[in-house]
Protein backbone atom coordinates (compact mmCIF):
# COMPACT_ATOMS: atom_id res chain seq x y z
CA UNK A 1 0.00 0.00 0.00
CA UNK A 2 1.62 3.36 -1.38
CA UNK A 3 1.45 6.61 1.27
CA UNK A 4 -1.56 7.94 -0.43
CA UNK A 5 -0.58 11.59 -0.68
CA UNK A 6 -1.86 13.56 -3.95
CA UNK A 7 -2.67 17.13 -4.32
CA UNK A 8 -3.21 18.36 -0.25
CA UNK A 9 -4.31 15.32 1.36
CA UNK A 10 -2.70 12.23 2.28
CA UNK A 11 -4.64 9.68 4.30
CA UNK A 12 -3.24 5.86 5.48
CA UNK A 13 -4.50 2.58 7.44
CA UNK A 14 -3.36 1.58 10.75
CA UNK A 15 -3.54 -2.19 11.80
CA UNK A 16 -2.73 -4.05 14.48
CA UNK A 17 -3.83 -8.08 15.21
CA UNK A 18 -2.34 -7.59 19.16
CA UNK A 19 -3.92 -9.25 21.61
CA UNK A 20 -3.61 -6.82 24.82
CA UNK A 21 -5.62 -3.54 24.22
CA UNK A 22 -2.74 -1.21 25.40
CA UNK A 23 -0.40 -2.93 22.96
CA UNK A 24 -3.23 -2.72 19.93
CA UNK A 25 -4.07 0.97 20.70
CA UNK A 26 0.17 2.00 19.98
CA UNK A 27 0.16 -0.23 17.05
CA UNK A 28 -2.65 0.84 15.71
CA UNK A 29 -2.19 4.14 15.87
CA UNK A 30 1.93 3.79 15.47
CA UNK A 31 1.43 1.96 11.95
CA UNK A 32 -1.17 4.37 10.34
CA UNK A 33 0.51 7.83 11.55
CA UNK A 34 4.27 6.40 10.50
CA UNK A 35 3.02 6.61 6.77
CA UNK A 36 2.18 10.51 6.69
CA UNK A 37 4.39 13.03 6.44
CA UNK A 38 1.64 15.45 8.56
CA UNK A 39 0.02 15.40 11.90
CA UNK A 40 -3.88 13.47 10.88
CA UNK A 41 -6.20 15.81 10.88
CA UNK A 42 -8.66 13.55 11.65
CA UNK A 43 -8.69 9.73 13.21
CA UNK A 44 -11.31 7.24 12.54
CA UNK A 45 -10.54 4.34 14.93
CA UNK A 46 -12.03 0.97 14.61
CA UNK A 47 -11.70 -2.44 16.74
CA UNK A 48 -13.49 -5.54 17.20
CA UNK A 49 -15.08 -6.10 20.32
CA UNK A 50 -12.36 -8.51 21.83
CA UNK A 51 -10.30 -6.06 23.66
CA UNK A 52 -12.99 -5.83 26.41
CA UNK A 53 -11.75 -8.93 27.81
CA UNK A 54 -7.95 -8.25 27.09
CA UNK A 55 -7.29 -5.21 29.10
CA UNK A 56 -10.82 -2.87 28.08
CA UNK A 57 -11.47 -0.02 25.49
CA UNK A 58 -9.93 2.59 28.11
CA UNK A 59 -6.98 0.75 27.74
CA UNK A 60 -6.95 0.27 24.17
CA UNK A 61 -7.32 4.34 23.59
CA UNK A 62 -4.50 4.75 26.05
CA UNK A 63 -2.11 3.08 23.96
CA UNK A 64 -3.69 5.00 20.93
CA UNK A 65 -2.77 7.86 22.88
CA UNK A 66 0.81 7.63 24.07
CA UNK A 67 1.07 7.78 20.05
CA UNK A 68 -1.14 10.42 18.58
CA UNK A 69 -0.92 13.70 18.58
CA UNK A 70 -2.63 15.51 21.32
CA UNK A 71 -5.49 17.03 20.48
CA UNK A 72 -6.06 14.88 16.80
CA UNK A 73 -9.84 14.61 16.55
CA UNK A 74 -10.79 10.91 16.85
CA UNK A 75 -14.14 9.20 16.57
CA UNK A 76 -14.94 5.30 16.28
CA UNK A 77 -16.46 2.36 18.01
CA UNK A 78 -16.71 -1.46 17.83
CA UNK A 79 -17.13 -3.56 14.42
CA UNK A 80 -18.10 -7.11 14.34
CA UNK A 81 -15.29 -7.16 11.46
CA UNK A 82 -13.13 -5.32 8.55
CA UNK A 83 -11.45 -5.23 5.36
CA UNK A 84 -8.37 -2.88 4.72
CA UNK A 85 -5.50 -3.24 2.98
CA UNK A 86 -4.02 -5.79 4.78
CA UNK A 87 -6.91 -8.43 4.89
CA UNK A 88 -10.02 -9.18 6.28
CA UNK A 89 -10.11 -9.61 9.76
CA UNK A 90 -12.96 -9.92 12.39
CA UNK A 91 -10.71 -9.62 15.11
CA UNK A 92 -8.43 -6.59 15.66
CA UNK A 93 -7.97 -3.20 15.43
CA UNK A 94 -7.84 -0.82 12.57
CA UNK A 95 -7.84 2.81 11.69
CA UNK A 96 -7.61 5.44 8.88
CA UNK A 97 -5.90 8.60 9.33
CA UNK A 98 -5.92 11.77 7.14
CA UNK A 99 -4.06 14.55 6.71
CA UNK A 100 -4.44 17.66 4.95
CA UNK A 101 -4.59 21.41 5.14
CA UNK A 102 -7.46 21.62 2.99
CA UNK A 103 -10.11 20.38 5.45
CA UNK A 104 -11.59 21.27 8.55
CA UNK A 105 -12.85 19.16 11.37
CA UNK A 106 -15.41 18.81 14.22
CA UNK A 107 -16.29 15.65 16.54
CA UNK A 108 -19.71 15.68 18.18
CA UNK A 109 -21.68 12.99 20.91
CA UNK A 110 -24.53 12.64 21.73
CA UNK A 111 -25.52 10.40 24.63
CA UNK A 112 -28.86 8.21 25.30
CA UNK A 113 -29.91 7.29 22.13
CA UNK A 114 -31.80 4.08 23.13
CA UNK A 115 -34.08 6.14 25.36
CA UNK A 116 -34.10 9.06 23.10
CA UNK A 117 -32.52 9.09 19.32
CA UNK A 118 -33.47 12.42 18.29
CA UNK A 119 -32.49 14.46 21.34
CA UNK A 120 -29.28 12.47 21.22
CA UNK A 121 -28.44 12.87 17.49
CA UNK A 122 -29.26 16.71 18.13
CA UNK A 123 -26.39 17.26 21.07
CA UNK A 124 -24.11 15.45 18.35
CA UNK A 125 -25.17 17.87 15.77
CA UNK A 126 -25.17 20.97 17.81
CA UNK A 127 -21.53 20.13 19.24
CA UNK A 128 -20.38 19.86 15.42
CA UNK A 129 -22.04 22.96 13.84
CA UNK A 130 -20.93 24.93 16.76
CA UNK A 131 -17.38 24.30 16.13
CA UNK A 132 -17.20 23.55 12.40
CA UNK A 133 -16.61 27.34 10.01
CA UNK A 134 -19.19 27.38 7.19
CA UNK A 135 -16.17 27.52 4.76
CA UNK A 136 -15.86 25.06 2.33
CA UNK A 137 -17.87 23.89 -0.37
CA UNK A 138 -17.73 20.16 0.06
CA UNK A 139 -19.20 18.63 3.72
CA UNK A 140 -19.07 15.64 5.04
CA UNK A 141 -20.49 13.44 8.46
CA UNK A 142 -19.09 9.93 9.42
CA UNK A 143 -20.99 8.51 12.39
CA UNK A 144 -21.29 5.63 14.63
CA UNK A 145 -24.14 4.96 16.33
CA UNK A 146 -24.62 2.40 19.33
CA UNK A 147 -26.57 -0.67 17.73
CA UNK A 148 -29.08 -2.70 19.25
CA UNK A 149 -28.06 -4.85 22.26
CA UNK A 150 -30.08 -7.81 23.43
CA UNK A 151 -31.23 -7.02 27.20
CA UNK A 152 -30.18 -9.71 29.80
CA UNK A 153 -34.15 -10.59 31.46
CA UNK A 154 -34.88 -11.46 34.80
CA UNK A 155 -35.55 -15.64 34.51
CA UNK A 156 -35.31 -15.60 30.42
CA UNK A 157 -31.92 -14.28 30.74
CA UNK A 158 -30.15 -12.88 26.93
CA UNK A 159 -32.44 -14.15 24.75
CA UNK A 160 -34.30 -12.85 21.44
CA UNK A 161 -36.77 -15.73 21.23
CA UNK A 162 -39.21 -15.41 23.48
CA UNK A 163 -41.70 -18.81 23.37
CA UNK A 164 -43.83 -17.96 26.62
CA UNK A 165 -46.74 -15.52 24.93
CA UNK A 166 -46.95 -14.41 28.70
CA UNK A 167 -43.28 -13.19 28.73
CA UNK A 168 -43.81 -12.06 24.92
CA UNK A 169 -46.67 -9.54 25.58
CA UNK A 170 -45.14 -8.62 28.61
CA UNK A 171 -42.17 -7.61 26.56
CA UNK A 172 -43.85 -6.07 24.19
CA UNK A 173 -46.06 -4.06 25.46
CA UNK A 174 -43.66 -3.06 28.63
CA UNK A 175 -39.96 -4.68 28.53
CA UNK A 176 -39.09 -3.21 25.60
CA UNK A 177 -39.78 -0.07 26.72
CA UNK A 178 -37.82 -0.32 29.76
CA UNK A 179 -34.65 -1.55 28.26
CA UNK A 180 -34.08 1.18 26.57
CA UNK A 181 -34.18 3.21 30.23
CA UNK A 182 -31.24 1.12 31.13
CA UNK A 183 -29.20 1.52 27.88
CA UNK A 184 -30.65 -1.86 25.95
CA UNK A 185 -32.67 -2.97 23.29
CA UNK A 186 -32.93 -1.93 19.73
CA UNK A 187 -30.55 1.29 18.30
CA UNK A 188 -33.04 3.27 17.06
CA UNK A 189 -30.81 4.04 14.44
CA UNK A 190 -33.18 4.95 11.78
CA UNK A 191 -34.63 8.24 14.06
CA UNK A 192 -30.95 9.15 14.60
CA UNK A 193 -29.93 9.14 10.71
CA UNK A 194 -33.77 10.74 10.21
CA UNK A 195 -32.54 13.89 12.25
CA UNK A 196 -28.98 13.91 11.31
CA UNK A 197 -30.34 14.36 8.02
CA UNK A 198 -32.33 17.65 8.98
CA UNK A 199 -29.88 19.00 10.75
CA UNK A 200 -27.20 18.11 8.08
CA UNK A 201 -29.58 18.58 4.97
CA UNK A 202 -26.38 19.42 2.34
CA UNK A 203 -24.44 17.20 3.79
CA UNK A 204 -23.11 13.71 2.76
CA UNK A 205 -23.59 11.15 5.47
CA UNK A 206 -21.59 7.79 5.78
CA UNK A 207 -21.68 5.64 8.69
CA UNK A 208 -22.96 2.70 10.35
CA UNK A 209 -23.96 1.17 13.98
CA UNK A 210 -21.04 -0.16 16.68
CA UNK A 211 -21.70 -3.88 17.55
CA UNK A 212 -20.01 -6.95 18.97
CA UNK A 213 -19.19 -10.04 17.29
CA UNK A 214 -23.12 -10.67 16.84
CA UNK A 215 -24.00 -11.34 20.13
CA UNK A 216 -25.57 -8.18 20.25
CA UNK A 217 -24.61 -7.28 24.19
CA UNK A 218 -22.10 -4.68 24.05
CA UNK A 219 -21.43 -1.86 21.29
CA UNK A 220 -18.56 1.12 22.16
CA UNK A 221 -18.14 4.31 20.89
CA UNK A 222 -14.95 6.06 21.04
CA UNK A 223 -14.93 10.17 21.00
CA UNK A 224 -10.94 11.68 21.15
CA UNK A 225 -9.99 9.61 24.39
CA UNK A 226 -13.65 8.95 25.86
CA UNK A 227 -15.20 5.45 25.52
CA UNK A 228 -18.98 5.86 25.48
CA UNK A 229 -22.01 3.52 25.48
CA UNK A 230 -25.48 4.33 24.32
CA UNK A 231 -24.15 6.93 22.77
CA UNK A 232 -23.99 8.45 18.93
CA UNK A 233 -20.32 9.81 17.79
CA UNK A 234 -19.79 11.97 14.82
CA UNK A 235 -17.10 13.66 12.80
CA UNK A 236 -18.02 16.59 10.63
CA UNK A 237 -15.63 17.45 7.83
CA UNK A 238 -15.52 20.42 5.36
CA UNK A 239 -13.59 20.07 2.63
CA UNK A 240 -12.37 21.47 -0.46
CA UNK A 241 -12.35 18.47 -2.48
CA UNK A 242 -15.96 16.74 -4.30
CA UNK A 243 -16.96 13.58 -3.01
CA UNK A 244 -17.92 10.57 -4.22
CA UNK A 245 -20.43 8.48 -2.12
CA UNK A 246 -22.98 5.74 -3.46
CA UNK A 247 -25.31 3.40 -1.17
CA UNK A 248 -26.42 0.66 -2.75
CA UNK A 249 -28.67 -3.10 -1.41
CA UNK A 250 -27.73 -5.90 -3.20
CA UNK A 251 -30.99 -8.30 -2.74
CA UNK A 252 -33.34 -9.44 -5.00
CA UNK A 253 -37.32 -9.55 -4.01
CA UNK A 254 -39.44 -12.90 -3.19
CA UNK A 255 -42.72 -13.72 -3.73
CA UNK A 256 -42.96 -13.60 -0.59
CA UNK A 257 -44.98 -10.87 1.21
CA UNK A 258 -47.70 -10.02 3.96
CA UNK A 259 -49.68 -6.81 4.84
CA UNK A 260 -49.23 -5.31 8.67
CA UNK A 261 -52.35 -5.09 10.43
CA UNK A 262 -50.91 -4.79 13.85
CA UNK A 263 -47.55 -2.76 15.42
CA UNK A 264 -46.34 -1.67 18.37
CA UNK A 265 -43.47 0.45 19.79
CA UNK A 266 -43.51 2.73 17.12
CA UNK A 267 -43.73 0.16 14.59
CA UNK A 268 -40.92 -1.98 15.31
CA UNK A 269 -42.55 -4.60 16.81
CA UNK A 270 -45.27 -6.54 14.58
CA UNK A 271 -48.06 -8.03 16.67
CA UNK A 272 -50.41 -9.11 13.79
CA UNK A 273 -50.32 -10.03 10.07
CA UNK A 274 -53.26 -10.39 7.82
CA UNK A 275 -55.32 -10.18 11.44
CA UNK A 276 -53.52 -13.48 12.24
CA UNK A 277 -50.07 -12.98 15.34
CA UNK A 278 -47.69 -12.22 13.69
CA UNK A 279 -44.99 -15.07 14.33
CA UNK A 280 -47.64 -17.33 13.50
CA UNK A 281 -48.08 -15.62 10.09
CA UNK A 282 -44.11 -15.35 9.38
CA UNK A 283 -43.43 -18.94 9.94
CA UNK A 284 -46.45 -19.65 7.13
CA UNK A 285 -45.39 -17.53 4.86
CA UNK A 286 -41.86 -18.91 4.89
CA UNK A 287 -42.83 -22.32 5.20
CA UNK A 288 -41.27 -23.15 8.89
CA UNK A 289 -42.38 -25.02 11.68
CA UNK A 290 -41.08 -24.40 15.41
CA UNK A 291 -40.56 -28.06 15.62
CA UNK A 292 -38.33 -28.33 12.74
CA UNK A 293 -35.65 -25.99 14.14
CA UNK A 294 -36.24 -27.34 18.47
CA UNK A 295 -36.49 -23.83 19.52
CA UNK A 296 -37.00 -20.71 17.21
CA UNK A 297 -33.52 -19.76 17.89
CA UNK A 298 -32.00 -22.34 15.81
CA UNK A 299 -33.95 -20.61 12.94
CA UNK A 300 -33.21 -17.26 14.07
CA UNK A 301 -29.18 -17.96 13.30
CA UNK A 302 -30.01 -20.18 10.63
CA UNK A 303 -32.68 -18.16 8.87
CA UNK A 304 -33.56 -15.19 9.61
CA UNK A 305 -31.19 -13.23 8.89
CA UNK A 306 -30.91 -14.32 5.72
CA UNK A 307 -34.73 -13.07 4.72
CA UNK A 308 -34.69 -9.04 5.37
CA UNK A 309 -37.89 -7.27 4.39
CA UNK A 310 -38.54 -4.51 2.43
CA UNK A 311 -41.92 -2.35 2.04
CA UNK A 312 -43.71 -1.54 -0.73
CA UNK A 313 -44.37 2.08 0.16
CA UNK A 314 -40.48 2.64 0.67
CA UNK A 315 -37.97 0.19 -1.17
CA UNK A 316 -34.89 2.47 -0.19
CA UNK A 317 -35.80 0.93 3.65
CA UNK A 318 -34.61 -2.63 4.83
CA UNK A 319 -35.12 -4.18 8.03
CA UNK A 320 -34.54 -7.66 9.73
CA UNK A 321 -35.83 -9.96 11.92
CA UNK A 322 -34.54 -9.41 15.27
CA UNK A 323 -36.47 -11.84 17.41
CA UNK A 324 -39.81 -13.50 18.68
CA UNK A 325 -41.68 -12.09 21.72
CA UNK A 326 -44.41 -14.16 22.38
CA UNK A 327 -46.49 -14.13 19.21
CA UNK A 328 -44.77 -10.32 18.27
CA UNK A 329 -42.17 -10.29 15.70
CA UNK A 330 -39.31 -7.73 16.52
CA UNK A 331 -37.91 -5.92 13.35
CA UNK A 332 -34.43 -4.46 13.81
CA UNK A 333 -35.73 -1.03 12.68
CA UNK A 334 -39.36 0.92 12.09
CA UNK A 335 -41.58 -0.21 9.39
CA UNK A 336 -41.89 2.02 6.36
CA UNK A 337 -45.20 0.70 5.33
CA UNK A 338 -47.81 -1.74 5.74
CA UNK A 339 -47.18 -4.11 2.80
CA UNK A 340 -44.05 -5.79 3.44
CA UNK A 341 -41.92 -8.05 1.00
CA UNK A 342 -39.40 -10.64 1.94
CA UNK A 343 -36.03 -10.35 0.23
CA UNK A 344 -33.38 -12.45 -0.13
CA UNK A 345 -29.54 -12.17 -0.58
CA UNK A 346 -26.89 -14.44 -2.41
CA UNK A 347 -23.15 -14.33 -2.46
CA UNK A 348 -23.35 -13.05 -5.97
CA UNK A 349 -25.37 -10.45 -4.83
CA UNK A 350 -23.16 -9.36 -1.94
CA UNK A 351 -19.97 -9.26 -4.39
CA UNK A 352 -21.97 -7.70 -6.89
CA UNK A 353 -22.53 -4.09 -5.51
CA UNK A 354 -18.90 -3.73 -5.55
CA UNK A 355 -19.28 -4.04 -9.08
CA UNK A 356 -21.92 -1.80 -9.43
CA UNK A 357 -20.10 0.79 -6.64
CA UNK A 358 -16.64 1.16 -8.83
CA UNK A 359 -16.55 -0.17 -12.36
CA UNK A 360 -17.92 2.87 -13.88
CA UNK A 361 -16.16 5.48 -11.61
CA UNK A 362 -12.74 7.35 -11.17
CA UNK A 363 -13.45 8.75 -14.76
CA UNK A 364 -9.80 11.13 -14.08
CA UNK A 365 -10.19 11.52 -10.43
CA UNK A 366 -8.31 9.82 -7.98
CA UNK A 367 -9.14 9.17 -4.23
CA UNK A 368 -6.48 9.78 -1.60
CA UNK A 369 -8.25 7.25 0.93
CA UNK A 370 -11.76 5.03 0.35
CA UNK A 371 -13.88 4.85 3.03
CA UNK A 372 -16.87 1.97 3.25
CA UNK A 373 -19.64 0.94 5.73
CA UNK A 374 -21.16 -2.27 4.72
CA UNK A 375 -23.00 -5.15 6.45
CA UNK A 376 -21.38 -7.65 8.93
CA UNK A 377 -24.54 -10.12 8.40
CA UNK A 378 -23.21 -10.12 4.43
CA UNK A 379 -19.31 -10.80 6.14
CA UNK A 380 -21.24 -13.66 8.37
CA UNK A 381 -22.65 -15.30 5.51
CA UNK A 382 -19.60 -15.10 3.34
CA UNK A 383 -17.59 -16.47 6.00
CA UNK A 384 -13.88 -17.49 4.35
CA UNK A 385 -15.08 -15.97 1.17
CA UNK A 386 -15.32 -12.62 2.43
CA UNK A 387 -11.46 -13.05 0.63
CA UNK A 388 -13.28 -13.19 -2.94
CA UNK A 389 -14.75 -9.34 -1.71
CA UNK A 390 -11.25 -8.02 -0.51
CA UNK A 391 -10.11 -9.40 -3.90
CA UNK A 392 -12.86 -7.39 -6.04
CA UNK A 393 -11.80 -4.18 -3.80
CA UNK A 394 -8.22 -4.60 -4.52
CA UNK A 395 -9.04 -4.76 -8.21
CA UNK A 396 -10.72 -1.69 -8.10
CA UNK A 397 -9.24 0.65 -5.55
CA UNK A 398 -5.79 -1.08 -6.03
CA UNK A 399 -3.16 0.67 -3.32
CA UNK A 400 -5.79 3.24 -2.28
CA UNK A 401 -5.87 2.86 1.07
CA UNK A 402 -9.13 1.92 2.08
CA UNK A 403 -10.97 0.67 4.71
CA UNK A 404 -14.62 -1.06 4.91
CA UNK A 405 -16.37 -1.30 8.34
CA UNK A 406 -19.23 -4.25 9.05
CA UNK A 407 -21.56 -3.31 11.06
CA UNK A 408 -25.74 -4.47 12.03
CA UNK A 409 -27.01 -1.51 10.44
CA UNK A 410 -25.35 0.90 7.38
CA UNK A 411 -26.10 4.75 6.72
CA UNK A 412 -25.81 6.86 4.04
CA UNK A 413 -27.20 10.52 2.54
CA UNK A 414 -26.08 12.50 -0.39
CA UNK A 415 -26.76 16.69 0.15
CA UNK A 416 -30.41 17.33 -0.28
CA UNK A 417 -31.53 14.09 -0.28
CA UNK A 418 -33.19 11.98 2.85
CA UNK A 419 -30.60 9.68 4.62
CA UNK A 420 -31.19 6.22 5.00
CA UNK A 421 -30.36 3.99 8.04
CA UNK A 422 -30.80 0.56 6.44
CA UNK A 423 -29.11 -3.34 6.72
CA UNK A 424 -27.66 -5.36 4.05
CA UNK A 425 -26.21 -1.52 2.11
CA UNK A 426 -22.94 -1.05 0.79
CA UNK A 427 -21.94 2.51 1.35
CA UNK A 428 -18.70 3.93 -0.21
CA UNK A 429 -17.38 7.24 0.13
CA UNK A 430 -14.20 8.98 -0.97
CA UNK A 431 -13.16 12.41 -1.60
CA UNK A 432 -12.19 13.02 -5.40
CA UNK A 433 -8.58 14.91 -6.72
CA UNK A 434 -8.44 15.90 -10.45
CA UNK B 1 7.72 -24.69 12.48
CA UNK B 2 5.54 -27.03 14.78
CA UNK B 3 6.41 -24.12 17.59
CA UNK B 4 5.10 -21.52 14.77
CA UNK B 5 1.65 -23.55 14.18
CA UNK B 6 1.17 -24.24 17.63
CA UNK B 7 1.21 -20.61 18.12
CA UNK B 8 -1.25 -19.85 15.56
CA UNK B 9 -3.72 -22.74 17.29
CA UNK B 10 -3.32 -20.99 20.65
CA UNK B 11 -4.11 -17.70 19.08
CA UNK B 12 -7.04 -19.65 17.78
CA UNK B 13 -8.19 -20.40 21.04
CA UNK B 14 -8.23 -17.31 22.55
CA UNK B 15 -11.80 -16.95 21.35
CA UNK B 16 -14.85 -17.97 23.33
CA UNK B 17 -16.42 -19.83 20.05
CA UNK B 18 -13.55 -21.87 19.37
CA UNK B 19 -13.49 -25.01 21.52
CA UNK B 20 -10.78 -26.27 20.03
CA UNK B 21 -8.51 -26.81 17.28
CA UNK B 22 -5.74 -28.55 16.32
CA UNK B 23 -3.89 -29.77 12.69
CA UNK B 24 -5.11 -33.38 12.13
CA UNK B 25 -5.09 -35.72 8.97
CA UNK B 26 -6.84 -39.42 9.15
CA UNK B 27 -5.90 -41.39 12.47
CA UNK B 28 -3.11 -38.56 13.66
CA UNK B 29 -3.15 -35.30 15.08
CA UNK B 30 -0.34 -33.78 13.58
CA UNK B 31 -0.28 -30.07 15.57
CA UNK B 32 -2.18 -29.76 18.65
CA UNK B 33 -2.17 -26.06 20.81
CA UNK B 34 0.90 -25.98 23.19
CA UNK B 35 -0.97 -27.01 26.24
CA UNK B 36 -2.57 -29.96 24.35
CA UNK B 37 -6.29 -30.91 24.76
CA UNK B 38 -5.98 -29.33 28.41
CA UNK B 39 -6.37 -25.84 26.36
CA UNK B 40 -10.13 -27.19 25.14
CA UNK B 41 -13.08 -25.52 26.66
CA UNK B 42 -14.77 -28.05 28.84
CA UNK B 43 -18.30 -28.27 26.38
CA UNK B 44 -15.80 -30.08 23.89
CA UNK B 45 -13.91 -32.34 26.60
CA UNK B 46 -17.77 -34.01 27.53
CA UNK B 47 -18.00 -35.33 23.81
CA UNK B 48 -15.00 -35.63 22.88
CA UNK B 49 -14.31 -39.20 22.15
CA UNK B 50 -17.06 -38.91 19.26
CA UNK B 51 -16.14 -36.11 18.59
CA UNK B 52 -13.00 -37.38 17.41
CA UNK B 53 -14.08 -40.51 16.19
CA UNK B 54 -16.55 -39.02 13.76
CA UNK B 55 -13.72 -36.35 12.81
CA UNK B 56 -11.56 -39.69 11.69
CA UNK B 57 -14.19 -40.82 9.34
CA UNK B 58 -14.35 -37.38 7.59
CA UNK B 59 -10.80 -37.68 7.04
CA UNK B 60 -11.56 -40.75 5.14
CA UNK B 61 -13.54 -38.33 2.66
CA UNK B 62 -10.47 -36.01 2.86
CA UNK B 63 -7.80 -38.79 1.74
CA UNK B 64 -10.04 -39.61 -0.95
CA UNK B 65 -10.58 -36.24 -2.66
CA UNK B 66 -8.31 -33.87 -1.15
CA UNK B 67 -5.77 -34.12 -4.90
CA UNK B 68 -9.53 -33.66 -6.62
CA UNK B 69 -9.78 -29.93 -4.99
CA UNK B 70 -11.91 -30.68 -1.93
CA UNK B 71 -11.15 -27.34 0.23
CA UNK B 72 -13.46 -27.38 3.24
CA UNK B 73 -16.16 -29.99 4.95
CA UNK B 74 -17.92 -29.36 8.36
CA UNK B 75 -20.57 -31.81 10.56
CA UNK B 76 -22.64 -30.96 13.53
CA UNK B 77 -22.68 -33.17 16.65
CA UNK B 78 -25.04 -32.36 19.16
CA UNK B 79 -24.36 -29.02 20.59
CA UNK B 80 -20.90 -28.42 18.06
CA UNK B 81 -20.18 -28.12 14.79
CA UNK B 82 -16.85 -29.16 13.27
CA UNK B 83 -15.43 -27.34 10.61
CA UNK B 84 -11.90 -29.04 8.51
CA UNK B 85 -9.97 -26.31 6.31
CA UNK B 86 -7.89 -28.78 3.63
CA UNK B 87 -4.50 -27.65 2.94
CA UNK B 88 -4.26 -28.09 -0.98
CA UNK B 89 -2.81 -31.22 -2.16
CA UNK B 90 -2.38 -32.69 1.12
CA UNK B 91 -4.83 -34.99 3.47
CA UNK B 92 -4.15 -32.28 6.07
CA UNK B 93 -6.67 -30.21 7.65
CA UNK B 94 -6.99 -27.08 9.99
CA UNK B 95 -9.85 -28.40 11.88
CA UNK B 96 -11.92 -26.46 14.46
CA UNK B 97 -14.66 -27.07 16.58
CA UNK B 98 -17.13 -24.30 17.47
CA UNK B 99 -20.83 -24.33 19.19
CA UNK B 100 -23.62 -24.68 16.70
CA UNK B 101 -25.18 -21.83 17.15
CA UNK B 102 -22.39 -19.13 16.80
CA UNK B 103 -22.11 -16.72 14.12
CA UNK B 104 -19.76 -19.02 12.30
CA UNK B 105 -19.14 -16.89 8.88
CA UNK B 106 -17.23 -14.61 11.59
CA UNK B 107 -15.21 -16.80 12.73
CA UNK B 108 -14.76 -18.70 9.40
CA UNK B 109 -12.82 -15.23 8.75
CA UNK B 110 -10.23 -15.79 11.48
CA UNK B 111 -9.88 -19.63 10.66
CA UNK B 112 -9.05 -18.53 6.94
CA UNK B 113 -6.14 -16.33 8.24
CA UNK B 114 -5.16 -19.13 10.30
CA UNK B 115 -4.80 -21.25 7.97
CA UNK B 116 -3.18 -19.00 5.14
CA UNK B 117 -1.07 -18.15 8.21
CA UNK B 118 -0.15 -22.00 8.43
CA UNK B 119 0.37 -22.44 4.77
CA UNK B 120 2.84 -19.86 4.74
CA UNK B 121 5.05 -21.22 8.15
CA UNK B 122 4.72 -24.90 5.72
CA UNK B 123 5.72 -23.10 2.53
CA UNK B 124 8.98 -21.62 4.34
CA UNK B 125 9.71 -24.55 5.81
CA UNK B 126 9.80 -26.23 2.48
CA UNK B 127 12.07 -23.55 0.95
CA UNK B 128 14.66 -23.72 4.04
CA UNK B 129 14.71 -27.63 2.93
CA UNK B 130 15.00 -27.39 -0.46
CA UNK B 131 17.89 -24.53 -0.06
Known amino acids: MKNNRCSNIEASIGFSRKWDALEAGREVAESAIRKLNQPPSFFLLFSTIHYRKNGGFNKFLKGVWDVLPEGTPLIGGTIAGFINNYGCYTRGATALAVSSSDLDVAVGIGKHTKINPSIAAKQCAMMIKNKLKDSRKNKLIINLISGPTIPDLPILGRVNVIKSNFYGWLATHLGIKLFSYFGNGMGKEEDIVDSLSNYFKDYYIIGGSSMDDYKQIFSYQFINKECHKNSVVALGCHLSFPIYLKSLIGMHETDKTFKITGSAYGGRLITSINDKPAKESILDILGITEEQYGDLSGFYYRTANYFPISFEENSNFTSGIAGFLGNSVALGYKIRGNNVKFLSITGAESLGVIDEAFKNEKNGYNYPFVLMSSSAMVLNSLGSEAYTMKEKLDNYIKDTPYLMICTVNENAKSPGKSGFARVYSFNVMAPKIS | ?131
Open chain 2, 1 to 131: MIDSIEKVLDDLLNYDDILACMVARQNMISVMPSDGTNSFKPEVNQIWDILHRAMDDVFVVIREYSQAGLGEMEFRLQDCEALFYVFPDTENALVAIIPALANKGLIEIELENARRDILRIMEKKEQLTLS
